[in-house]
């Protein structure tokens, strides 16, 4: 499907009314700067705030969808991205504000037939201290590690493999986005669903890189901090972590990662932890929409998916050529 060359922004939103007038001045700002044609889009996840009408009364050339009832982010991004018409997709949180030139080293990167999307540098929002870099694939047992950051120490031109790309801030292939069918709406409400679509492209054939060079800044957990308890957080995260090794593990790997999963759960048992209990019997009650991603990732492949682990060594190969720092 052709589409023209154009950026699409897709900012998801839920109760957004004091991060939008921070965020979509500079947003304009860096998309005139691109040169491009382009387009806004506001997915509201059913706000309880003033976002709708404001967006209404000061951006009415956005395009706005008011989702009728609270799901979460994989939902709402969805919703805006399979209306996105540009080449280019931006998947830009609430609660980030770009800088002035961030588009300027990253659409060369899609004259690469396989790039699937690049991401740049997150910092703080008074500050410069870096809250993302490029993700790193490690493993604790058969478990994936999904904390994983990295900057190159040489600020040049030489691309950079990234694990994932963050939710956050990601420009993507709007053709491979929408044919991968968007984010997976079964990590809903939030966590973890950006880690699975990256991998679902990189076992597909496609690359995710990060910029260094293209900056954004982040007020620091705004948008779920002010709605959701800790243990709600925790139950969901690792909910997801769990959908993401039941989906994409190799088989052979499934009965140790279970093994693990057992163990672990009779430890958080003993320390009286049962937030991970809770998560594990989300988990299992899920199982049948699990079986279902992982058969769907099987069929829509035209080609031998490549397994989680020839992923992570394909990507820790290429960081492996120049000099960076981890953490």
């Given at each position: 499907m052709y589409l023209p060359k154009g950026i699409s922004v897709v900012i998801p939103n839920y109760n957004g009314r004091l991060l939008l007038p921070q965020i979509l001045p500079p947003l304009y700002d860096a998309l005139q700067n691109a040169g491009l044609e382009y387009e806004v889009i506001i997915s509201d996840d059913a706000s309880t705030d003033a976002s709708v009408a404001y967006i209404k009364a000061a951006y009415p050339a956005i395009?706005?969808?008011?989702?009728?009832?609270?799901?979460?982010?994989?939902?709402?991004?969805?919703?805006?991205?399979?209306?996105?018409?540009?080449?280019?997709?931006?998947?830009?949180?609430?609660?980030?504000?770009?800088?002035?030139?961030?588009?300027?080293?990253?659409?060369?990167?899609?004259?690469?037939?396989?790039?699937?999307?690049?991401?740049?540098?997150?910092?703080?929002?008074?500050?410069?201290?870096?809250?993302?870099?490029?993700?790193?694939?490690?493993?604790?047992?058969?478990?994936?590690?999904?904390?994983?950051?990295?900057?190159?120490?040489?600020?040049?031109?030489?691309?950079?493999?990234?694990?994932?790309?963050?939710?956050?801030?990601?420009?993507?292939?709007?053709?491979?986005?929408?044919?991968?069918?968007?984010?997976?709406?079964?990590?809903?409400?939030?966590?973890?669903?950006?880690?699975?679509?990256?991998?679902?492209?990189?076992?597909?054939?496609?690359?995710?890189?990060?910029?260094?060079?293209?900056?954004?800044?982040?007020?620091?957990?705004?948008?779920?901090?002010?709605?959701?308890?800790?243990?709600?957080?925790?139950i969901i995260y690792n909910r997801n972590k769990m959908f993401l090794h039941a989906i994409h593990l190799p088989a052979h790997l499934l009965l140790f990662w279970k093994m693990q999963l057992g163990l672990e759960a009779f430890i958080h048992i003993c320390f009286g932890k049962l937030f991970y209990i809770k998560a594990l019997m989300a988990f299992l009650g899920k199982r049948k929409q699990v079986a279902e991603s992982r058969a769907l990732l099987k069929k829509n492949s035209v080609k031998r998916l490549l397994s989680v682990q020839e992923v992570a060594q394909k990507i820790n190969a290429q960081i492996s050529r120049f000099p960076i720092q981890k953490w």
């Amino acid at each position: 499907m052709y589409l023209p060359k154009g950026i699409s922004v897709v900012i998801p939103n839920y109760n957004g009314r004091l991060l939008l007038p921070q965020i979509l001045p500079p947003l304009y700002d860096a998309l005139q700067n691109a040169g491009l044609e382009y387009e806004v889009i506001i997915s509201d996840d059913a706000s309880t705030d003033a976002s709708v009408a404001y967006i209404k009364a000061a951006y009415p050339a956005i395009k706005l969808i008011e989702n009728p009832v609270n799901r979460g982010f994989a939902p709402t991004a969805n919703a805006g991205i399979f209306v996105a018409t540009y080449s280019y997709t931006l998947l830009l949180n609430s609660d980030v504000k770009l800088t002035t030139h961030y588009f300027q080293f990253l659409i060369s990167y899609f004259d690469k037939e396989d790039c699937f999307g690049v991401m740049g540098r997150i910092i703080g929002w008074d500050d410069d201290v870096i809250q993302d870099g490029g993700k790193y694939p490690y493993f604790h047992g058969v478990k994936i590690k999904t904390s994983g950051n990295y900057i190159p120490l040489q600020d040049d031109a030489r691309p950079c493999f990234s694990m994932y790309l963050s939710g956050a801030n990601a420009l993507m292939n709007t053709t491979i986005l929408q044919s991968l069918g968007g984010f997976n709406e079964l990590f809903a409400p939030y966590y973890v669903e950006d880690y699975e679509l990256s991998l679902r492209a990189w076992r597909m054939g496609y690359i995710c890189y990060y910029e260094h060079r293209a900056i954004c800044r982040h007020k620091t957990s705004a948008s779920i901090a002010s709605s959701s308890k800790k243990e709600k957080v925790k139950i969901i995260y690792n909910r997801n972590k769990m959908f993401l090794h039941a989906i994409h593990l190799p088989a052979h790997l499934l009965l140790f990662w279970k093994m693990q999963l057992g163990l672990e759960a009779f430890i958080h048992i003993c320390f009286g932890k049962l937030f991970y209990i809770k998560a594990l019997m989300a988990f299992l009650g899920k199982r049948k929409q699990v079986a279902e991603s992982r058969a769907l990732l099987k069929k829509n492949s035209v080609k031998r998916l490549l397994s989680v682990q020839e992923v992570a060594q394909k990507i820790n190969a290429q960081i492996s050529r120049f000099p960076i720092q981890k953490w």
